[in-house]
């Protein structure tokens, strides 16, 4: 039975080649997806939702970072449906907008060690944002052409913080709200995420 617990995942480092050699897994990924050891879980978790991310021992970053389990790996290579509550596990992990620098500057391991250095995470499942209504659709669409050509930076490139700022100044919307409406334009593929916390705003068409 699935816990009500919130995912808390213990990161103790990152896949090294000897790791990917032994399990004969994939090496050649996107540059925001990466392997990575998960110390023991709380939790069931699920694989292939939406997680926001925070930092459970630090400050919120500046950044919203979110995050899905694509694979998950016992020690043998055999697959779980899940990250299973009590167990280890090795996951493919795809963030976004980019990899979390702090994650980046974990450890490469041979296998599940012990690492003071261990990066912990508490997850928030996001609840999906697709619309169906085709005339819903509209408004978002003129909604977007609207805060592009009227309130958001002549700019093109313009940071996610940035993105958040005016929608909460100009349109006096919460931060949560602003992040929902970022999420949705990313799914329209009105925004563009990019690396550095950088978005492009694509035409208004």
Same mark, same amino acid.
Request: aromatic residues 12%; charged residues 20%.
């Given at each position: ?7 808390? @995942?213990? $990161? *103790?480092?990152?896949? /090294?080649?000897?790791?990917? %050699?032994?399990?004969?897994?994939? *090496?050649?990924?996107? /540059? ?10 709380? *939790? ?5 939702? %939406? ?5 459970? %021992? ?17 020690? +043998?290579?055999? +697959?779980?449906?899940? $990250? ?9 992990? &795809?963030?976004?907008?980019? $990899? ?5 500057? @974990? ?26 209504? +085709? ?7 003129? &909604? ?9 930076? *002549? ?17 006096? =919307?919460?931060?949560?709200? &602003? ?24 035409? &208004? =068409?």
């Amino acid at each position: 039975m699935q816990s009500l617990n919130i995912p808390l @995942l213990n $990161i *103790t480092g990152k896949a /090294s080649t000897k790791v990917f %050699e032994i399990l004969n897994i994939e *090496t050649n990924l996107p /540059s925001n997806q990466i392997w990575l050891f998960f110390d023991y879980a709380n *939790t069931n978790t699920f694989i292939n939702r %939406e997680y926001s991310l925070s930092f459970s %021992e630090k400050p919120l970053s500046d950044v919203i970072f979110h995050m899905r389990i694509l694979k998950c790996l016992d020690s +043998s290579g055999n +697959s779980y449906p899940e $990250i299973p509550e009590g167990h280890k596990s090795l996951c493919k992990v &795809a963030f976004s907008p980019f $990899i979390p620098q702090e994650i980046n500057n @974990l450890k490469l391991l041979d296998g599940w060690a012990y690492n003071p250095d261990s990066v912990k995470l508490k997850l928030k499942e996001i609840t999906d944002t697709k619309i169906n209504d +085709s005339a819903l659709n509209d408004i978002y669409t003129l &909604a977007y052409i609207s805060l592009k050509n009227n309130i958001l930076p *002549t700019s093109d490139i313009i940071s996610i913080r940035e993105f958040y700022e005016y929608l909460e100044k100009f349109l006096q =919307v919460d931060h949560n709200r &602003a992040e929902f409406i970022y999420l949705f334009f990313v799914k329209q593929g009105k925004i563009k995420p990019m690396n550095n916390d950088k978005i492009e705003l694509l035409p &208004a =068409v």
